[in-house]
């Protein structure tokens, strides 16, 4: 009975781990893909919340500050000197004393309204650092997409020789029983077929690492599986020649979030500088106060006002240094135009000569190459083929392939560089 419970609780354990391990596969196109990554990815949802966060930031500029009400003086005892007074309310208080007092902070110069400019901009920054921490992401995400297709491509490449190279394997079991092969022609097959079992293997393991990025992007289960369509591996953009360069470079100065960030940041030391400014006119505070029985009347009233004598303090190392900012600002956003402009030219420049270099082979030289495989197994089956030229072809046959496939990947990988350095959708 003990062995038997034993056996049970394995199995049982068994296909309960095997159920964690069977994955959902999902097969989707880099668009779909996309899609599902802007919708689900959660550090997009968490970082637009700053934009919130920013907006109440302006509501709070627009409130008007708090007047303040002051009640003291109350005495909860008296002595034999206390004067009387008439009562509060039936016949208490007749030696009660109470003071209140009423402030309401008045600001000036303007200064409320140029504290709320200075919010709305620091909102329109806030939305632009969202478009740069989204358009970082993005890039991120694509690549991940083009690693993935390339790495699937890769490995069904492998898939299909290492499944060629067993049924070869196969036969040539069959031919060295029967003495009518030297061993030693099938032991070279099976060290080809072990390499090629290395390959996907490797293959598999940086899909896996491809995997636990992606489905994080995409807030996906650990336990799915993602397959990507071949679609958009290839870009489908054939014009990019005729785009001005200079239009590129004028557009990218102006679409690029993080310039945009620059500008605004020089939106905002300017109206720093105005408020700072401001700050040099003292506010002035109104008040409104109550005395009960400790003045020349036993209910005086009495309004007045204050406000900070600027005799030492008027705001000049704050003023100093917002206009420093002002400057300091015009400096980088000249030097990072500049910078933009070499990134715009080169990442176009890299674009068009790995486009050159895939356009370069033939568009029908990868079919040509799959048959010339196909022809090249089927003479080395009938013996018109020696082993060493076929498995020189195999060899060359993988290194085009890889040459290919890496060019596509290039390809894909420049013209989203491209786009990313220039902020907008290049199509």
């Given at each position: 009975?003990?062995?038997l419970f034993i ?5 049982v354990?068994?296909k309960?781990?095997?159920q964690?391990a069977?994955?959902?596969t999902i097969?989707l ?5 996309e899609a599902?990554?802007?919708e689900k990815?959660i550090s997009?949802?968490?970082e637009?919340?700053?934009i919130?966060i ?8 627009k409130?008007?500050?708090n ?14 000197t206390?004067q009387?007074?008439?009562p509060?309310?039936?016949n ?11 402030e309401?902070l008045i600001?000036?110069?303007?200064k409320?309204?140029k504290?709320?400019a200075?919010e709305k901009?620091s909102a329109e920054?806030?939305?632009e ?5 989204l ?7 694509r690549e991940?997409l083009t690693d993935?297709q390339?790495?699937?491509a890769?490995e069904?490449?492998?898939?299909k020789q290492l499944?060629?190279?067993q049924t070869l394997?196969?036969a040539y079991?069959n031919q060295v029983?029967?003495?009518n092969?030297?061993k030693?022609?099938y ?13 996907i293997?490797?293959?598999?393991k940086e899909?896996?690492?491809l995997?636990k990025e992606?489905?994080?992007l ?5 336990t799915s ?5 071949d679609e ?19 557009s990218a ?5 993080d310039m945009k ?6 939106e905002?030391n300017?109206?720093?500088y ?5 700050m040099r ?5 109104l008040?409104?106060s109550y005395?009960?029985g400790?003045?020349?009347?036993n209910?005086?009233?009495?309004v007045?006002?204050s406000?900070d ?5 008027r705001?000049?190392g704050?003023?100093k ?8 600002g015009?400096?980088?956003t ?5 910078s933009v ?6 990442a176009?420049?890299?674009?068009i000569?790995t486009?050159k270099?895939y356009?370069?082979?033939d568009a029908s ?12 197994r089927?003479n080395f ?8 030229e ?11 392939k890889?040459?290919l ?6 390809l ?5 560089e491209?786009?990313?350095?220039t ?5």
């Amino acid at each position: 009975m003990k062995r038997l419970f034993i056996t049970l609780f394995l199995i049982v354990s068994l296909k309960s781990v095997a159920q964690i391990a069977i994955t959902d596969t999902i097969t989707l196109s880099r668009n779909q893909a996309e899609a599902l990554f802007l919708e689900k990815n959660i550090s997009i949802i968490s970082e637009k919340l700053n934009i919130d966060i920013a907006d109440a930031q302006v509501i709070q500029a627009k409130l008007w500050p708090n007047p303040t009400l002051t009640i003291g003086e109350i005495n909860l005892w008296n002595n034999a000197t206390a004067q009387q007074l008439p009562p509060l309310w039936g016949n208490f208080g007749t030696t009660s004393q109470v003071t209140a007092e009423l402030e309401q902070l008045i600001q000036t110069a303007g200064k409320r309204k140029k504290l709320i400019a200075m919010e709305k901009v620091s909102a329109e920054i806030a939305k632009e650092y969202f478009k740069t921490f989204l358009r970082n992401l993005k890039i991120e995400f694509r690549e991940n997409l083009t690693d993935l297709q390339y790495n699937q491509a890769q490995e069904a490449v492998y898939q299909k020789q290492l499944s060629s190279m067993q049924t070869l394997l196969k036969a040539y079991k069959n031919q060295v029983s029967q003495g009518n092969v030297g061993k030693g022609e099938y032991v070279r097959l099976k060290a080809s077929e072990l390499q090629f079992l290395k390959e996907i293997n490797d293959l598999q393991k940086e899909n896996n690492a491809l995997q636990k990025e992606l489905k994080v992007l995409m807030n996906l289960p650990a336990t799915s599986f993602i397959k990507l369509t071949d679609e958009g591996f290839v870009p489908a953009n054939k014009n990019i020649e005729d785009i001005n360069l200079a239009n590129l470079m004028e557009s990218a100065i102006e679409n690029r979030p993080d310039m945009k960030v620059l500008k605004l940041g020089n939106e905002y030391n300017d109206n720093k500088y105005k408020y700072e400014r401001a700050m040099r006119t003292p506010d002035v505070t109104l008040g409104i106060s109550y005395d009960r029985g400790a003045s020349l009347m036993n209910d005086f009233v009495g309004v007045g006002f204050s406000l900070d004598l600027p005799f030492f303090n008027r705001n000049q190392g704050n003023v100093k240094a917002a206009k420093i900012a002002i400057d300091q600002g015009k400096l980088l956003t000249e030097e990072k135009t500049l910078s933009v402009q070499s990134e715009v030219l080169n990442a176009y420049q890299d674009y068009i000569t790995t486009k050159k270099l895939y356009e370069s082979a033939d568009a029908s030289f990868e079919s040509d190459l799959d048959k010339l495989l196909e022809s090249y197994r089927k003479n080395f089956m009938q013996r018109n083929t020696s082993l060493l030229e076929y498995l020189d072809f195999v060899d060359a046959y993988l290194d085009n392939k890889s040459i290919l496939l890496n060019s596509k990947k290039d390809l894909n990988k420049n013209l989203e560089e491209l786009r990313y350095i220039t902020g907008q959708e290049i199509n």
